[in-house]
């Protein structure tokens, strides 16, 4: 186990080259192919904003996104089978035994799937895009909601707003009903019921722990005919997590995640073109203090 007293002045992982075969680098994850078929999921440091990876990483994040999904994968086993083998380093290949201690706590090893084309979002209350969006039609991806809610609102029920995947720039909202006509009515409302059933199980947890869950979005992929669990699960990445206590709806929330590095960004007027600036030293340490508190209230661990 690691101490996360010790974490955040590591320095940062931003990039692996391993020799074994590259299947994708994306954002964060670099995803190779085991000699075995399986895949390795490694979650790097890298941090991106406005669909833009940035010069700087944050110290141990990809550690914390992985023992975040680890946890929500336990919490959530019994709900609805993953894809994950195994986080032991141990249980990799000869070929990786000398990169087992950059490895270690930030890999998963996985099973591969055939996954869905749609992202699944789900929404207890009005903000990002979805506010945006509601600004615009009085609606979220379809789906009609009150009139006069303001931004961060909550909802009177979390709703469904499927996006579907973009390789290049933002993922596209879309409606249940395009989601149905892109992978089937009957699988589309599998995903629709499995979303809003996990939603409400990690809001319920979240919640115990003085944390308020607006958002998130869920892969699933089938895994021998069933569907499965897939990729990064309710981290900061892919949630938008804010604390209780200080809930006030009428414009944004703090929030467990990248807040400080999009308000830095803003704050020195970046055209959000390439290439993207690094990050001061204690914007970055900021943003690496939220995603370690966030591990620590939703797990109850204080050690990585």
Known sequence: MRDTKNTM???ALRETALPIPLTARGKVRDIYTLPDGNLLFIATDRISAFDHVLATGIPDKGRILTQLSLFWFDHLRDTIPNHLISADVADLPKELAAHKAELD???MIVKRAQMFPIECVARAYVSGSGWKDYQRTGAVCGVPLPSGLRESDKLPEPIFTPAAKNNIGHDENITFDQAAKTIG???ATKLRDLTLTIFARASSHAASKGILLADTKFEFGLIDGRIALCDEVLTPDSSR???AASYQPGG???SFDKQFVRDYLESIHW???APA????ADVAAKTGEKYLE???LLTGKTRL
């Open 9 to 11: 002045p590591n320095e």
């Open 185 to 187: 009515v009957e699988a």
């Open 105 to 107: 706590g930030r890999m």
């Open 252 to 254: 944004p929330q703090p």
């Open 294 to 296: 966030a591990y620590r």
């Open 277 to 280: 600036p690094a990050l001061p």
């Open 241 to 243: 997590y804010w604390p």
């Open 271 to 273: 055209n959000k073109q």
